[in-house]
C-alpha cells in the first residue's frame, strides 16, 4: 500500500521575521501596486490569513528561507510586527512552490464576498479590509447576475476579468455555454476574444438588448472577419496541442536544472550582486513554467 507524502509540518510555527529570509528580492514598484496595498490593508484589518511558507536555512539554525509570501512577508514588516505564522516545508524546491499554489480566480472571488455579505459585513467594510473602492465589491458581488450556472461552473477556476461576464451577460444562458468552452478552448479569457464572440453569435442567441446594438454597430464584413479569425485561432489551438506535452517536458527538465543551480550559494549569491535584474527575470520565468505545468496537469 503506498503511502501519501506531506508537503508541510502539520503544525504551524511562529517565527521572528528576523529570521525569515527571501531569496528573491522585492522590486521597489511592486510595493506601489493595488495589489500590494490590498495586503497591506487586510493584514492590518484581519491578520494574515494565509500562513506564509518557509524552509529551514541550510546555513543558519532557527532562521527560514521563504518559499511563498514575499508581499505578505514585507506587509508584516512595514506595519511593525514582529513575528508571523508559517508552515514549514518538507520540500525546500522554493522556486517551484507556485506549482502547489491555486490563485483565486473572478468566481471564487465573487462567492467569498457574497458569503462575507450574507454573514452580515457590508460593503463598505469589505472595501475598506481589501482597500478597493466599494462600487468594485458591487460590482465582484453581483458578478454572476445573468450568467447561466454551468458556463459559471467551467470559469470558476480561471482568471477571468468582470468584463469578460458584462459581455456573456449579452448571451442567451446556452450560448454563455458555448462561450466559456470557446475561450478554455483558446486559453484566452479577455475582454477582446469575448467580445468576438459576441459579434459571431447568431441574432436568436443574444439578449433582446444585445440584438438591437447588434444590428446598429456590427457589418456582414466584420462577422465574416471575426468568423475567419475565430477559425485561425481554433486551428492555432489545435496545432499547439499536439506539441505542447514536448515543450512542457523541456522547459520542466531545464527548470529543474536552473532550480539545482540557483541551490549553490556562491552561484546564488554572484548572480544576486553583479546580475539582479537577469535572476529576477530568470525566476519569473521559472515560476511561468511552473504555472503553465500546474494549467496543463489540471486539464
Not at 79 to 96: I, N, P, Q
Amino acid at each position: 500500500m503506498s503511502v501519501i507524502r506531506h508537503g508541510f509540518d502539520s503544525a504551524l510555527i511562529e517565527v521572528s521575521l528576523d529570521n525569515i529570509h527571501s531569496l528573491v528580492p522585492i522590486r521597489g514598484k511592486v510595493l506601489q501596486t493595488a495589489k500590494f496595498r490590498t495586503i497591506l490593508s487586510s493584514i492590518r484589518e484581519l491578520g494574515v490569513i494565509e500562513p506564509l511558507a518557509v524552509h529551514p536555512s541550510r546555513d543558519r539554525e532557527g532562521h527560514y528561507d521563504l518559499l511563498d509570501g514575499r508581499l505578505r512577508l514585507e506587509a508584516l514588516k512595514q506595519l511593525g510586527l514582529a513575528k508571523a505564522r508559517c508552515m514549514v516545508s518538507l520540500d525546500d524546491e522554493g522556486f517551484t512552490f507556485n506549482r502547489q499554489i491555486t490563485r483565486i480566480a473572478s468566481v471564487q472571488e465573487h462567492r467569498m464576498i457574497r458569503a462575507a455579505l450574507s454573514k452580515g459585513a457590508s460593503e463598505e467594510r469589505i472595501a475598506q479590509v481589501l482597500d478597493i473602492d466599494v462600487r468594485r465589491v458591487r460590482e465582484k458581488a453581483h458578478l454572476l447576475d445573468g450568467i447561466a450556472p454551468e458556463a459559471a461552473r467551467l470559469l470558476k477556476d480561471r482568471q477571468v476579468i468582470p468584463a469578460v461576464f458584462r459581455v456573456l451577460r449579452k448571451m442567451k444562458p446556452f450560448r454563455q455555454i458555448e462561450a466559456a468552452e470557446m475561450m478554455i478552448a483558446a486559453n484566452k479569457f479577455t475582454k477582446s476574444y469575448s467580445e468576438m464572440i459576441l459579434v459571431t453569435t447568431r441574432a436568436d442567441a443574444l439578449t433582446d438588448k444585445a440584438k438591437l446594438k447588434k444590428t446598429e454597430e456590427i457589418s456582414p464584413e466584420d462577422i465574416s472577419r471575426m468568423e475567419a479569425e475565430m477559425e485561425r485561432l481554433q486551428q492555432d489551438s489545435m496545432a499547439v496541442e499536439d506539441t505542447i506535452g514536448d515543450t512542457m517536458l523541456s522547459l520542466v527538465v531545464a527548470k529543474g536544472f536552473i532550480t539545482r543551480l540557483f541551490r549553490n550559494e556562491n552561484i546564488y549569491r554572484h548572480l544576486k550582486r553583479h546580475h539582479e535584474d537577469l535572476l529576477s527575470s530568470v525566476v519569473t520565468t521559472i515560476e511561468a513554467i511552473a504555472a503553465d505545468s500546474r494549467a496543463a496537469e489540471r486539464e
